[in-house]
């Protein structure tokens, strides 16, 4: 990956201790070294769902958000989904609506495609709001009332 200018959002995953896994290194390598810096300054230590924000690239709007793994012999398909809560939170609560996930599997248990599903099962999770208010919601107890009477 050549010098990259970030326009947006990239979410990337550390083992404890700290430690990007590989491609979150690479893009990091990209940035010049800007999100291992950043882990520096905050003494990020990558405990599990530990988040770190981290302004890179240039752009007012460009970041990097850092997630803790924790401890690699301790991820489990649970941990991965609860990480994946933690980044569908930092998602909803954002103004950008696209991110990149850069993902790499750890090695344990599971296969690459287990903890890729149980972290964006996780993701979908954490980013899900349920916002009905009070009366939509006994309006549509009326409704239902309604059609179970039929």
Known sequence: MANAQLAGQVLLLAQQGPKLLPHAAE????????????????DFKADAQQTL???????????AYVVGLGKP???????????????????????????VLVFDAVKGKQT??????????????????????????SGLNKRIGKSASK
């Open 73 to 99: 012999e301790e991820c489990t398909p649970h941990s991965y989904r609860k990480v994946g809560v933690t980044l569908g939170k930092i998602l909803r609560k954002t103004t950008e609506r696209e991110a």
């Open 27 to 42: 893009v990091d390598r990209a940035l010049k070294g800007q999100v291992q810096a950043a882990m520096a300054a905050a």
């Open 112 to 137: 690459p495609a287990q903890q890729l599903e149980e972290l964006l099962e996780g993701i979908g999770l954490g980013f899900y709001q349920f916002d009905m208010k009070s009366k939509d919601i």
């Open 53 to 63: 924000w981290a302004p890179v690239g240039g752009k007012k709007t460009a970041a």
